[in-house]
């Protein structure tokens, strides 16, 4: 069993999202087909014979470069904000207990097991471990709170609950 404890930070809680969209199936196809999308539609509304095709450009770069920053900045930090104003979780101690039959999550006001039989994928990351209970919604646990001694004896254990479903470093080296 493998027992760590870390507070929550707002920040690291944004590059989690990141980490967690970055591994999603399919997730960079779908924001190149809306963000096409989103462009055909303005240039379609801004396109008329008085309007200056280079003004036009210039509009649709714009609002490309907006779209780009608010997927890959600001909706992550928008969504930490909002878990760090509606979570009263986020100002306790938050407890994650690699065990035999589940991964165990305890703050002072939540209580859950979440056996090895739903997690899609756990995948790791310079920063993270993420457990993917869905295509698109993962738990995760800093790395931070982990001890470097426990790094391997923990992959070795996630690779004999999850087999093929843990895609893992092979050492502490390859990790850093």
Not at 18 to 32: D, E, S, V, Y
Not at 74 to 83: F, H, N, T
Not at 130 to 153: C, G
Request: charged share 25%; aromatic share 14%; proline share 6%.
């Amino acid at each position: 069993m493998h027992d760590f404890t870390f507070r929550w930070n707002r920040n690291e809680h944004a590059r989690a999202i990141q980490a967690i969209a970055r591994h999603m199936p399919g997730r960079k196809w779908i924001n190149i087909f809306l963000y096409s999308g989103y462009t055909l539609i303005i240039a379609l509304l801004l396109y008329r014979p008085q309007v200056s095709p280079p003004f036009v450009v210039f509009v649709l770069f714009g609002f490309l470069m907006f779209l780009l920053a608010y997927a890959v900045w600001l909706e992550p930090w928008l969504r930490a904000r909002e878990v760090s104003r509606e979570d009263t979780s986020v100002n306790q101690d938050i407890r994650h207990i690699v065990a035999d039959d589940a991964l165990r999550i305890r703050t002072h006001s939540v209580t859950t097991d979440m056996k090895w039989e739903l997690f899609k994928q756990v995948v790791e990351t310079p920063e993270f471990f993420l457990f993917y209970v869905s295509r698109r919604s993962a738990v995760f646990t800093p790395k931070r709170a982990i001890p470097p001694e426990d790094l391997d004896p923990l992959r070795t254990s996630l690779r004999s609950y999850l087999g093929t479903r843990a895609r893992l470093s092979s050492s502490t080296k390859a990790a850093a």
